[in-house]
């Protein structure tokens, strides 16, 4: 079973429409949870991070989390071209141990 | 606005030779890590460091890899004797604490590739 795992996608959605972005984790014990958005051949960027059950909310995004179901997920809303990227989920497992899953891309269409 | 700072952007390199990869982190950070990403997959986890020593580190990070702290600024990660696939990006990243907590909010650096031939 992995670690961290999210649907590889490409997810397309057109523009000004909600992206939905999903992630589940493994261990039970992970206490912090994280999204990164990677643009090709760029360094992973933090957007998002959450530590307790329920929604956050920062501007267009919004991170879920459900740690009874083991869940993180991430809405854009009113997706822009310029969100097309691929989004990382990760999680803290250990107090110094992040781990990502493999990522979705996700396509805005004009 | 402070960055992570990787050196060299690129290094080719033969099989069995050592390569030293050099990273400056944001300087108020505490816990430092390498990450590695191999063309087309997702970012591994390779070591992370704290308080001048490796906090935690993967299966990858083997008797091959080593990681050091020689100055105040600097955080290196040398690979002895490279491996084709040891070809990748390599990601320096850090965290800054929350009181006494990591806040596992990683700042990563732009990268350096390394390919192996």
């Known amino acids: 079973q992995k670690e961290v795992e999210q649907n590889s996608g490409p997810l397309s959605v057109p523009e000004g429409a909600i992206a939905s972005l999903n992630c589940t984790y493994s261990?039970?014990?992970?206490?912090?949870f994280f999204w990164y958005r990677q643009y090709s051949g760029k360094s992973p960027e933090l957007i998002m991070s959450?530590?307790?059950?329920g929604d956050k909310e920062d501007g267009r995004f919004t991170a879920q989390l459900n740690k009874a179901s083991q869940y993180v997920s991430l809405l854009i809303r009113d997706s822009q071209p310029s969100d097309s990227a691929t989004y990382l989920c990760?999680?803290?497992?250990?107090?110094?141990?992040?781990?990502f899953g493999s990522g979705t891309r996700l396509s805005i269409r004009p | 606005e402070p960055e992570v700072t990787q050196t060299p952007s690129h290094q080719v390199t033969q099989m069995g030779q050592e390569v030293i990869l050099r990273c400056v982190p944001i300087?108020?950070?505490?816990?430092f890590y390498w990450y590695r990403q191999i063309l087309g997959q997702k970012v591994e986890f390779l070591v992370s460091?704290?308080?001048?020593?490796?906090?935690?580190k993967s299966e990858i990070f083997d008797d091959q890899f080593s990681v050091e702290r020689p100055d105040g600024s600097n955080f290196t990660l040398k690979i002895r004797s490279t491996k084709l696939e040891d070809s990748a990006m390599y990601f320096c990243?850090?965290?800054?604490?929350?009181?006494?907590?990591?806040?596992?909010?990683?700042?990563f650096g732009e990268g350096s590739r390394l390919t192996v031939l």
């Open positions: 990243a850090s965290s800054v604490l929350l009181g006494a907590s990591n806040t596992g909010e990683l700042f």
């Open positions: 261990d039970r014990g992970s206490q912090s």
């Open positions: 959450i530590y307790s059950n």
């Open positions: 990760a999680v803290n497992r250990e107090a110094s141990k992040i781990i």
């Open positions: 300087s108020n950070h505490l816990y």
């Open positions: 460091f704290y308080n001048n020593e490796i906090s935690e």
